[in-house]
């Protein structure tokens, strides 16, 4: 994990609407999930937020923990870019975007006429596809049977050849993040390819479930190609990171995440790695791709199995604590991050009195930071740092126990 400190002035652009696709119960949240980078940025950092949006109230907490940028490094932009020869940006500055797949970003970065840390659009689409790793299925990229799917008739011929050797398979459209639009298909389950295509996001793909009791995410950076002194050209560097934890529901719904991982063995790491570096590796020299991402595996570690899901590329939701703290102590902690739900419409000042004695200092490196808080849509992240992986593991429990008494106190 790198700290973003080689540019003089950073634009976080993390607005997520345009991203990816969302279902009804989505699209309430995750547009709104742009806030997620205020513990990243610092003093100095731009963020910009979506015109019209309220000002965020958590951030006058995190300034007192040590963490976002000041009220006035926030920019407020509307979609359209009304009077976008008065943005005030500087034209040195490097705009960090959530995903090359945004098309508000692109037009930011072309109103602003500054740098953008990332790919092409069209390159980003491509690469963060759910069947780019279906495509390159071999024995080096091990990955779940399957196909990609464009309609339902397809899709009704693959799930049901699939359940002949499998008990269950799982639906997942090409443009989506966090479970959404997963579906799963039961042996015996009857299957109407019109209701299919009613139904489903597609295009997508069709895998068969795995055996497996760990979700883990591989972070990944590549830096884009550079100029040496002398003038050739160097290619782009493929960074594999740190392997974190996942928190997942039974029905695929991605709920947080952990840091370190416990259970995998150092020979299975090393291969996890590896597959990860070749998956990553076509993903630069076939695609073009470079910037910020994560790889989804699924580990089985009674077979030493494993087998690679989705590409992420683009920035991922274990990015945020890990940036966070790295940006403030040149190194990663151990850490539990969570969604919960908090009450509608949930004063801030109830969060800051119920958490109040985990909240995280600096003095212990240790504690509780809530982060992207959305009373009007009853969602909050939180994470959790501590020095120690047990002491982590013992504040998440509290952490836990203290967000059933929100309820209460509201």
């Known amino acids: 994990m790198s700290a973003l400190t080689h540019t003089d002035r950073i634009v976080f652009d993390h607005r997520t609407i345009q991203a990816c696709k969302f279902d009804e119960a989505a699209s309430r949240v995750l547009p709104l999930l742009e806030t997620r980078v205020l513990p990243v940025a610092m003093l100095g950092d731009t963020v910009i ?7 965020p109230v958590e951030l006058p907490l995190l300034r007192r923990l040590g963490f976002g940028p000041d009220d006035s490094d926030l920019l407020f932009v509307a979609e359209d870019l009304n009077g976008a020869a008065l943005l005030p940006i500087d034209p040195h500055a490097t705009i960090y975007p959530f995903t090359a797949t945004s098309p508000l970003s692109h037009a930011l970065h072309r109103a602003a006429r500054c740098r953008f840390h990332g790919c092409r659009q069209r390159v980003a689409i491509k690469a963060n596809l759910k069947s780019t790793l279906q495509r390159w299925y071999d024995e080096c990229i091990p990955v779940p049977e399957g196909s990609a799917v464009s309609d339902g008739e397809q899709t009704k011929f693959m ?31 009857p299957l109407d390819e019109t209701s299919l295509e009613q139904t489903l996001m597609l295009p997508g793909i069709v895998q068969a479930r795995v055996e497996k009791d760990m979700d883990v995410s591989v972070q990944f950076r590549v830096d884009p190609v550079t100029a040496d002194a002398d003038g050739p050209h160097e290619g782009p560097s493929i960074h594999i990171l740190e392997i974190t934890g996942q928190y997942v529901s039974e029905h695929g ?30 993903l630069v020299h076939a695609e073009g791709y470079w910037g910020p991402g994560s790889v989804d595996v699924l580990v089985n570690t009674r077979t030493n199995r494993f087998w690679l899901v989705d590409v ?10 890990l940036q966070m703290i790295h940006r403030r102590l040149g190194r990663v902690l151990p850490f539990s991050m969570r969604s919960f739900q908090i009450p509608v419409g949930l004063p801030i000042g109830v969060l800051e009195e119920v958490f109040h004695d985990y909240f995280f200092s600096f003095d212990k490196n240790e504690g509780f930071v809530p982060f992207a808080f959305l009373p009007e849509v009853g969602f909050c992240y939180g994470v959790v740092f501590a020095e ?7 504040l998440d429990k509290s952490i836990v126990q203290a967000e059933q008494l929100l309820r209460i106190a509201s």
């Open 253 to 282: 719904e991605y709920q947080g995440g952990f840091f370190p991982v416990s259970g995998l063995s150092s020979a299975l790491t090393d291969h996890i790695k590896m597959a990860v570096w070749k998956a990553v590796s076509r």
């Open 388 to 394: 120690d992986p047990d002491r982590c593991l013992a």
């Open 312 to 321: 992420n590329a683009r920035v991922s939701a274990m990015w945020y604590p």
């Open 49 to 55: 937020l979506s015109l019209g949006r309220a000002m």
């Open 159 to 189: 799930i049901a050849d699939l359940l002949t050797r499998h008990t269950s398979v799982v639906f997942k459209p090409d443009f989506s993040a966090s479970g959404i639009g997963h579906r799963t298909f039961w042996r015996g389950e």
